[in-house]
């Protein structure tokens, strides 16, 4: 079968690119013809004029409450970072003619099938189009399939709530990834998805693991927010007490966080997606705030710590938190605690999901 996945994998986000990565690869492996739709737009022109107006609103209402906010200090991508993803997509991946607003509607006709999903492609609810839910302007003729999609939006637009469940309910198959997305689809149809594995934990990616780009022990650091309230130092003296000391390696988006350059004795500012695999299969602790940084720590055993303080980031942590009993992972005020994962509880349920998951594809396609 043809399949087209549409996902937000143009974003220079090690998770974005990995869970897509890992998607294409299970499907093929099922035996279906797969690639990813090169769909970009600007999401300024989508917005509707209810969005615009509400947006003008929040601003003017929210101006002195935001002005208190701490703000995470961010830069423009280098070049050789954009390069790094592009490569890989290159060399591992297989796309589409890159598509607009005005072509995808009938460019998609060529798939039998279109699976949507993972990594927050809900979270925008606002738009005149909602091209995730399969808004393409033109009706789409295929089988429509979510898989894994996951949002951190909880209450849904009044001017969206009837098309949003007019979408939804066209859906042949959907699923999500956590608690938060399956409460608002039910939310917004009355339906209920069958909840699903992020795509990453389907696949093993053990031909990125060796051999180890930086030898010897070290604490690989994966932060995307601001800092923990406890502070970095604090997390990482506990680390070393318990570990013993050894160098600090970190991987950055450096139009996200640039938190790890308080404490890092190595920044690469430029690590490949499979690369950034590679320092978390090696290494002897992960520290992350990051939804992927704890799923490819407990891919591949590693101790870790991790972190919710950010809003838009709390909801897919404690998910994991909930799903595989991880005390390790916690809101950025409590007292750290670095018991480690209990790796044989976590395959079991892990091997039982997987089951699952994949068997919610086959079916679906």
Known sequence: MKVGIL?????????????SYALFHVLSNLGHDVEIIDFRYNAARNQSFWQKVDRLFRKFVHQKK????????????PKDHVAAFSSFKQKHLKYS?????????????????IVVGSDQVWNDLTGKHLFYFFDFGSPY??????????????EIPSYSKKKLNKLLHHIDSISARDETTKRLVEKASGLSPELVLDPTFLYGFQEFSSPAVVKGDYVFAYILGSEIEK?????????????????????????????????????????????????IANAKFVYTDSFHGCVFSMKFHKPFFAYYKDAKRTSRLLDLKNTYQLPNIQSSGEDICLTEPDYYYIDKVNEEQKVHSIGFLEKSL
């Open 141 to 154: 003729m295929g089988k429509r399939i979510t898989y894994a999609p996951c949002s951190v939006i909880t």
């Open 66 to 77: 935001e002005s208190g906010k701490v703000v995470v200090s961010t830069r423009e991508l």
């Open 97 to 113: 003619p890159q598509l607009t607003v005005n072509t995808i509607g009938q460019y998609v006709q060529n798939y039998e099938a």
């Open 7 to 19: 996902t937000q994998f143009y974003r220079k986000n090690y998770g974005g690119i990995l869970q």
């Open 231 to 279: 502070g970095h130092k604090n997390v990482l003296d506990k680390i070393f007490a318990k570990y013993g000391k050894m160098k600090v390696i970190a991987a950055i988006i450096p139009n996200i966080s640039l938190e790890v350059e308080k404490f890092a004795d190595e920044v690469r500012y430029n690590a490949s997606p499979d690369e950034w695999v590679n320092l």
